[in-house]
């Protein structure tokens, strides 16, 4: 259903720096002889990682403060470590952030003031090639929506975490049926997306690489402007750092 939906807007939107070099086999269709740049969200388009900062802001009045901070990030640390899975990891750190959505909202608005410098610095590139941009997170549609709205991506476009919240507005956990709260949440919902064309992945983590690895996408572009992860680093095709080189990158051939 999403690919005839993105196919029908090929048709009417031709976005010039996103169009991949005419096929050499012939009979593929414009769709196919697309690129199309999947980008992370934290630590790439915008300069922190998105919980953290809501963390932070929903705990700042708590008396715990410092116990539940060591918590998250000790959480956060045995899913990294492989000792939990990420769906536990994610799922535990929900709990511990006690807050609501009117809270969320507000750390979502501080967030857009924090996108990386030279992303700011190429709003044109992505108003023209919003067709065939999308962000994938491990992080929540709640966080990131208001950024997305900055630089001109579809809604649709954004793959990511859905947080549930009670009748009375408070945060109570996380929507388990989305792929994206699951292992390998980026490699299975592009699987299932199954775009046409070319995918370029661009992102810092590991778990960005990870498509390159199972081969969900063509290229990784290892992004340094914000954090460089020499693990991350040795294993990209390209490491660019900062929009710029993406950009380079993706109109060079
Ligand atoms: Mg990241």
């Not at 999403?2 to 991949?20: G, V």
């Not at 002889?33 to 705990?59: Q, W, Y």
């Not at 009670?166 to 292992?183: F, K, P, R, S, T």
Request: glycine residues 6%.
């Amino acid at each position: 259903m999403f690919n005839k939906y993105y196919s029908t807007i090929f048709i009417i939107h031709t976005p010039s720096a996103l169009r991949a070099s005419p096929p050499q086999g012939g009979g593929e269709g414009r769709g196919k002889n697309m690129k199309k740049l999947i980008i992370d969200f934290d630590s790439t388009l915008v300069k922190v990682e998105a919980l953290d900062e809501l963390a932070e802001r929903a705990l700042v009045e708590h008396r715990d403060r410092d116990a539940l901070v060591t918590e998250i990030k000790k959480i956060t640390e045995l899913g990294m470590n492989g000792e939990i899975s990420f769906p536990e990891s994610l799922s535990r750190r929900i709990k511990l952030i006690q807050t609501t959505r009117e809270v969320v909202a507000e750390v979502a608005d501080c967030i857009k003031e924090k996108i990386s410098y030279s992303v700011l610095n190429n709003l044109d590139f992505f108003k023209e090639n919003k067709d065939n941009i999308f962000i994938i997170s491990g992080g929540f549609k709640d966080l990131i929506f208001p950024t997305a709205e900055i630089l001109g991506i579809h809604p649709a476009n954004i793959l990511a975490n859905d947080f549930i919240f009670d009748n009375e507005g408070n945060l109570i956990g996380v929507d388990n049926d989305n792929l994206m709260a699951q292992e390998n949440g980026k490699v299975n919902q592009l699987k299932i997306l199954n775009l046409e064309g070319e995918l370029i992945m661009v992102g810092d983590g590991w778990t960005d690489y990870q498509t390159k690895e199972f081969g969900v996408v063509d290229k990784f572009i290892a992004y340094t402007e914000n954090v460089s992860r020499e693990t991350v680093v040795k294993k990209a095709d390209v490491v660019a750092k900062d929009f710029k080189e993406v950009i380079e990158f993706v109109t060079s051939y």
